[in-house]
C-alpha cells in the first residue's frame, strides 16, 4: 500500500497570503495525484488531477506540482473560502489511498 | 447537471448489515467507474471500494474485503455497497464519487454525492 504523508497538519495563514501544502508517497505514483478540498458538513471537491490540472471551475489561484513521490499544492492570495481540509490522493496503485488531511485555518 | 444522492445508511448493531444505494443522474452512468469513500466522524478520507464501468472488475480496501460487496445496475444509473458483518469501525459518512474520466480507472473523483451516515453500535 502507498502511503500518503502531508505536511503540515495544520497551517496558520492570513487571507491574502500565500499557502503551500505538501504531500509526500511512499513511492513513485508518476502524476497520478488529485487534490480534495473539504469544508464542515460538505462533501470534498476536487480541486487538481494529474498532479497539475485544475479541475473544472477551479479558480487559477489553485495550483498543484510536482511527480513522482513529492507534490505541493499552493494557494496564493487566500481568500475567506479557502479555510478548510485539504487531502491529497493517489490512484496510480490499489487501494486508493488518501493523504491525512491539511488544515488550513486563519 | 450531475448528481449523486446516496441512501441506506441507518443504525444497525455489530455483525449487522446495511445496503447503501447511490442514485446517478446527469451523466452516462454507465460508462464511469463508480467509488464509494468514507469518512469516520472527526477523521480524514478513506478509500472503499471502486467498480468498473460493466461492474466485473472490483477492488476492496483490506479492511472491508471480505465483508462488503460494491456492484451497480447501469439500467437504473445505481451503485450499491452491500455491508455485512459490521463493525464499530465501520461507523462513517459513506460517499459515492463517479471518476473525472470515462472509461478508465485513473483520475480524480469529480463528483460526489452528499453522503449517507452508517452507525454501527449496539
Known amino acids: 500500500e502507498i502511503v500518503m504523508t502531508q505536511s503540515p497538519a495544520t497551517l496558520s495563514v492570513s487571507p491574502g497570503e500565500r499557502a503551500t501544502l505538501s504531500c509526500r508517497a511512499s513511492?513513485?505514483?508518476?502524476?497520478?495525484l488529485a487534490w480534495y478540498q473539504q469544508k464542515p458538513g460538505q462533501a470534498p471537491r476536487l480541486l487538481i488531477y494529474?498532479?497539475?490540472t485544475r479541475a473544472t471551475g477551479i479558480p487559477a489561484r489553485f495550483s498543484g506540482s510536482g511527480s513522482g513521490t513529492e507534490f505541493t499544492l499552493t494557494i496564493s492570495s487566500l481568500q475567506s473560502e479557502d479555510f478548510a481540509v485539504y487531502y491529497c490522493q493517489q490512484y496510480s496503485n490499489w487501494p486508493r489511498t488518501f493523504g491525512q488531511g491539511t488544515k488550513l485555518e486563519i | 447537471e450531475v448528481q449523486l444522492l446516496e441512501s441506506g445508511g441507518g443504525l444497525v448493531q455489530p455483525g449487522g448489515s446495511l445496503r447503501l444505494s447511490c442514485a446517478a443522474s446527469g451523466f452516462t452512468f454507465s460508462s464511469y467507474v463508480m467509488t464509494w469513500v468514507r469518512q469516520a466522524p472527526g477523521k480524514g478520507l478513506e478509500w472503499v471500494s471502486t467498480?468498473?464501468?460493466?461492474?466485473?472488475?472490483?477492488y476492496y480496501a483490506d479492511s472491508v474485503k471480505g465483508r462488503f460487496t460494491i456492484s451497480r445496475d447501469n439500467s437504473k444509473n445505481t451503485l450499491y455497497l452491500q455491508m455485512n458483518s459490521l463493525r464499530a469501525e465501520d461507523t462513517a459518512i459513506y460517499y459515492c464519487?463517479?471518476?473525472?474520466?470515462?472509461?478508465?480507472?485513473?483520475?480524480?473523483?469529480?463528483?460526489w454525492g452528499q453522503g449517507t451516515l452508517g452507525t454501527v453500535s449496539s
Open positions: 494529474g498532479a497539475s
Open positions: 513511492q513513485s505514483v508518476s502524476s497520478n
Open positions: 467498480v468498473s464501468t460493466g461492474g466485473i472488475n472490483t
Open positions: 464519487a463517479k471518476l473525472g474520466s470515462d472509461n478508465s480507472w485513473y483520475g480524480g473523483f469529480d463528483y
